[in-house]
Antibody, heavy 121, light 114 residues
Framework: QVQLVQSGAEVKKPGASVNISCKAS????????MHWVRQAPGQGLEWMGI????????SYAQEFQGRVTMTRDTSTTTVYMDLSSLRSEDTAVYYC??????????????WGQGTLVTVSS | DIGMTQSPDSLAVSLGERATINCKSS????????????LAWYQQKPGQPPKLLIY???TRESGVPDRFSGSGSGTDFTLTISSLQAEDVAVYYC??????????FGQGTKLEIK
């Protein structure tokens, strides 16, 4: 069955970086894009960016430009999200979510379990 | 960017009654070449990731109970729960995946039992 398994919770100091992994299994990795979405405590869903798992190209939301980097390793079917210059407002649960490549996409049909990142001095 | 606005922000419905959530996009999300609306609905229960309920505005994801239905086209969409069950208490989000990036979500609608 399809699984997206994320790395564990992190506690970081302001100004630091965090790297979260998302290990995919149960499907053909390169047939799906991978997205990152975050959710601050008590807030809604905020799309951060997308990586094409086949070619590695990325596109990031404007508010994260310059601070976020998404990469993938096709040999281990793992996607990584690195967020730098952390501030308290980055405290959130971070999710990876897959989307089928092509016009028959139906949105984000499988999500990771989430990774809590706490930014505190 | 396409903006998504949901209404209401919160909703309390009695068990067995109908619940209706609306979503409006700032531009059409209808893809003319295949006549599909690139609009999805997600359900999020506390402490869980979102779950895809409806895609293409009206197609239920596999395993989703048939009391959930989606309707609408262009810029106006509705999620309906025909007979509310206790396990349907959650926050519901709409999302457009037509004009991307960015992939924009509505602000969410919190559904509770009256």
């Amino acid at each position: 069955q399809v699984q997206l398994v994320q790395s564990g919770a992190e506690v970081k100091k302001p100004g630091a970086s965090v790297n979260i992994s998302c290990k995919a299994s149960g499907y053909t990795f390169t047939n799906y894009y991978m997205h990152w979405v975050r959710q601050a405590p008590g807030q809604g869903l905020e799309w951060m960016g997308i990586i094409n798992t086949s070619g590695g190209s990325t596109s990031y939301a404007q508010e994260f430009q310059g601070r976020v980097t998404m990469t993938r390793d096709t040999s281990t079917t793992t996607v990584y999200m690195d967020l730098s210059s952390l501030r308290s407002e980055d405290t959130a649960v971070y999710y990876c979510a897959r989307e089928l490549v092509g016009a028959t996409t139906k949105g984000f049909d499988s999500w990771g379990q989430g990774t809590l990142v706490t930014v505190s001095s | 960017d396409i903006g998504m606005t949901q209404s209401p922000d919160s909703l309390a419905v009695s068990l067995g009654e109908r619940a209706t959530i609306n979503c409006k996009s700032s531009q059409s999300v209808l893809y003319s070449s295949n006549n599909k609306n690139y609009l999805a609905w997600y359900q999020q229960k506390p402490g869980q990731p979102p779950k895809l309920l409806i895609y293409w505005a009206s197609t239920r994801e596999s395993g989703v109970p048939d009391r959930f239905s989606g309707s609408g086209s262009g810029t106006d969409f509705t999620l309906t729960i025909s007979s509310l069950q206790a396990e349907d208490v959650a926050v519901y989000y709409c999302q457009q995946y037509y004009s991307t990036p960015p992939y924009t979500f509505g602000q969410g609608t919190k559904l509770e039992i009256k």
